[in-house]
């Protein structure tokens, strides 16, 4: 069973930046594709970026230019840099971790408010 916990949630002003963390446990880290999800009240969870075992990213538009996913195997951890954060970015971030089966983590709330 992989346990996989995120870190690094909280409230942020217009315009400002936060890094968020995640952990996977187990062995097989670097085998794992990662990623990370929201989901805002009332609305859908959507993919909001990934980063394959190889490095590969993917983007969802409205983030683009704005989130960086990166991944480091030694620590087993994958972070999600925001910038230029606006209140449509405030939702419950969930990261995945994905090979055979999909593991979550709990969520941590992204609050983006002046």
């Known amino acids: 069973q992989v346990q996989v916990v995120e870190s690094g949630g909280g409230l942020v002003q217009p315009g400002g930046s936060l890094k968020l963390s995640c952990t996977a446990s187990g062995s097989s880290f670097s085998t794992y594709n990662m990623g990370w999800y929201r989901q805002a009240p009332g609305k859908q969870r959507e993919l909001v970026a990934s980063i394959s075992r190889g490095g590969n990213t993917n983007y969802a538009d409205s983030v683009k230019g704005r989130f960086t996913i990166s991944r480091d195997n030694a620590k087993h951890e994958v972070y999600l840099q925001m910038m230029s954060l606006v209140p449509e970015d405030t939702a419950v971030y969930y990261c995945?971790?994905?090979?055979?089966?999909?593991?979550w983590g709990q969520g941590t709330q992204v609050t983006v408010s002046s």
């Open positions: 995945y971790a994905a090979r055979y089966s999909s593991y």
